[in-house]
């Protein structure tokens, strides 16, 4: 065998002589055969001894040598589709947005006593560093075991500092998810304790995500659970006006009244907008715009909110979320159609494209505006 399948350095092999070269059967006349077909099992046969020649060749035609080159294309080709198709339809996690915190603490300081004290010292050097990300990563454990013990009389300092990272952290790998849970079982047992309950609908409004995000999910795949969801609204807008009522009675509110205030208006508005995309769209992206419809209503009153602050130069989340009413108006309007907006019908869009120019004048161009 060694004879007939010799080793020879480049170029053809000889006339009617077999070479073995890097793992390929070189055949005469310079023809290549790949391994496991019949011209190489043919090839390898003839070298072999007869007895044994047979039994060579069926384990070679059973063997498998590995993926074709084209069998390689195909699956590649096979998972950067399903690969594309996992990201065009299925729904993608909604970026959490920073919030402001007007919401000054008044509660009672921690005590150098307290058991949890040098964890608060961790958490607190964290916090005061900004590093948000790290402080929920310290209390999220045992927030949740003060609890389940009911034992977190005294550690409202904790509890602040814990909500407030939540809210000011925007990376979407900070498990911040247990943070609702906490404010809930924190309204449960003080609900007469107004800053817990402003960081329920603080952690309630951040859990939406954007309107924007919201609506691209919504074009992408229905929501099946709209009206649980409407529901959860219905009740955040709720709360949210009960204690924006409880604000006004403070002798000394927690902060400055009036950003208090803006912040309650700028959260109920983009509720009621998310109300107008569930209750309008029945879980799915195309809304009615005649007056009477379903979830037009609560547009209007967003819109209504949003003007209170249009003119103030530091409330611009106010004109972006009037800048994404009039964008879905306008890309959802048809011919002959007539939309209800601002508190009149209109049945040409100029009107709706006008207020959109001059928001887009109004915004800096980092913002969404225009260059």
Known sequence: MHDKLENIPGGPAPAGVPAARDGEVRLPETRRAEPGSAPFLEAVS????ADVAGTVAARQRNS???YRRVEVIVIALALAGAAWFVHAYFPKPLPALPFKFEWRYEGPRLMPDSPYYALYRKARADFDAGRGEAVIRTLNDPLGVMLWERSFAGQDEL???YFVSCGRTVSRFTDWTRARSFAEELVKADPDNLQWRYF???LERRHLGGCREFYDTLRRQRCEDWRLRLGEVGLAIG??????GKVRELRTPPGDEAEIMKQLDLWEAEFLVFAWMLEGGRGGAAFPDDAGKPGVEAREEAWLLT???EDDRSALAFLKLQL??????????SLLNTIYWSGKPHSARMPLEAKR?????RLPAGEGGLP
């Open 46 to 49: 003839a070298c072999l001894p």
């Open 64 to 66: 498998r040598r590995g």
């Open 159 to 161: 509890f602040y500092i």
């Open 200 to 202: 329920k609908l603080l």
């Open 239 to 244: 709360d949210l006006r009960d204690l924006r």
């Open 307 to 309: 003007r209170k602050h």
């Open 324 to 333: 994404f009413i009039l964008d879905v108006l306008l890309e959802q309007d």
């Open 357 to 361: 120019e001059a928001i887009l004048r």
